[in-house]
């Protein structure tokens, strides 16, 4: 049976994935227990690929990509049959911890950070923020063991300059990314144990810790918020809520076995470029789609007629239109929460939209009885991007961009509909599986 789409339902399980996931590690650690508890399998790279159809799964890091040949391979479809695939990241920007980190100054015990992605900087000021992430320990044999830690303790503080020190602030906040926004962790003259920190977290002794991926998030747990609880307020709604929205779907759409092989992937590293070896431009999906096909007894051309059968849905947040900034946002394209999926269109191509991907998101959501929303920015301003133009190159598929709308973007504490989750998931759903 279909899973159902209920507001309150699905506004709560993003709030629960958000606060299960401070870092991409954690996020794919949480989609793959949510798939692994609908039958899923974890396939790993390194292995021979499984020749018979099913629903499995892979992580790389801090991405996933997850799919089904059951209904493909009950229909007769053939190696050959193409994909739907729906995209998302599971980064956002923050704060992450350098190599070298302890310090002090001023009598304050400090640790060194570098700004990631186009965060907004005020807004980690004066946040009660915790640690997570992903620590590289020496294994058994020699060998390296990944370890994954999700620090909920209020640890750091970025400390605002107080009024009286700059009473310009208010007109004109600068802050410097290396001077203004290390974090202070604790009082003293001497630097502290940030390794003995770490090793504590993951269980090892100190001279096991070898590196780490580390960086701080807000502790503050998400909420519904406003006078009738129509809002979600939360950090990392840029893009968790695509990829939370992307696991119920898949789940939703392979309960109806489509005779096409439906794929969710999530990247990681979308916030700075993609190009990493699991972000959008790496080999993850069209290695993990040429798999799937030669799995399936498939041939090379069988590839290619596979991808050439193949839409691809890019999902990211979008752009509310802000009530205080309504001059920053295209007239004739105003964007509301709770107003159903956002379809995004930019004639240059920084969101790879075209007519036909359009058409395909637009029956999609006919198809799940939600309304679509169309956003374009105003000529005047730049444009944001996402993995829709790159995984559209990468793979030659139609390619379609959406998203959800938002207000606060790239803050610590960003804003969503409380009824968008749902419509959200019910529209991938209907794109994974047309009827």
């Given at each position: 049976m279909a899973h159902s789409f209920d507001t309150d339902t699905e506004a709560q399980g993003l709030i629960d994935y958000v606060d299960a996931s401070p870092?991409?590690?954690?996020?794919?650690?949480?989609?793959?227990?949510r798939l692994a508890a609908e039958g899923f399998t974890e396939v790993v790279e390194t292995e021979p690929w499984p020749t018979e159809p099913g629903r499995r799964y892979l992580v790389r890091g801090g991405s996933l990509i997850a799919w089904d040949t059951t209904g493909a391979h009950g229909a007769g479809a053939g190696p050959a049959a193409?994909?739907?695939?729906?995209?998302?990241?599971?980064?956002?920007p923050n704060l992450r911890v350098k190599p070298n980190p302890d310090h002090a100054r001023a009598g304050w015990q400090m640790l060194g950070v570098e700004p990631y992605g186009g965060l907004i900087l005020s807004s980690w000021l004066d946040r009660d923020l915790g640690l997570a992430g992903r620590v590289a320990v020496r294994g058994e044999g020699g060998g390296v063991e990944a370890?994954?830690?999700?620090?909920?303790?209020?640890?750091?503080?970025?400390?605002?300059?107080?009024i009286?020190?700059?009473?310009?602030q208010n007109e004109a906040l600068s802050l410097n990314k290396q001077a203004h926004m290390e974090p202070l962790w604790g009082v003293g003259d001497e630097p502290g144990d940030f390794v003995g920190y770490l090793a504590e977290q993951v269980g090892v002794v100190r001279e096991d810790v070898l590196s780490w991926d580390v960086m701080t998030h807000p502790i503050q747990p998400s909420t519904r918020l406003g006078r009738a609880r129509e809002l979600i307020a939360a950090p990392r709604l840029d893009n968790l809520a695509t990829s939370y929205a992307g696991v119920r779907a898949l789940l939703d759409a392979v309960a109806t076995e489509p005779t096409h092989v439906p794929v969710l992937v999530l990247f990681d590293h979308e916030e700075i470029g993609s190009t990493s070896e699991r972000g959008a431009t790496s080999t993850l999906l069209p290695s993990v789609l040429e798999r799937i096909v030669t799995a399936g007894g498939g041939t090379?051309?069988?590839?290619?007629?596979?991808?050439?059968?193949?839409v691809i849905a890019s999902g990211d947040m979008g752009h509310a239109t802000h009530p205080n900034y309504a001059d920053r946002h295209e007239p004739m394209h105003q964007i509301q929460v709770n107003g159903g999926p956002v379809l995004k269109v930019n004639t240059n191509l920084r969101y790879a939209t075209d007519s036909v991907g359009a058409a395909a998101f637009r029956l999609a959501c006919e198809q799940a009885g939600v309304p679509m929303q169309t956003f374009v920015t105003r000529s005047d301003l730049p444009c944001g991007s996402t993995v829709g133009p790159v995984t559209s190159s990468l793979t030659g598929a139609t390619t379609v961009d959406f998203g959800a709308a938002a207000l606060s973007m790239h803050s610590t504490r960003e804003l969503m509909g409380a009824e968008d989750p749902a419509m959200y998931a019910a529209a991938l759903s209907a794109f994974l599986a047309p009827a």
């Open positions: 870092t991409p590690f954690h996020a794919c650690e949480q989609a793959a227990a193409g994909f739907r695939v729906v995209g998302a990241h599971t980064d956002s370890r994954t830690f999700h620090g909920r303790d209020a640890l750091l503080r970025v400390a605002q300059l107080a009286h020190l700059d009473r310009t090379r051309d069988d590839y290619w007629r596979a991808l050439a059968a193949t």
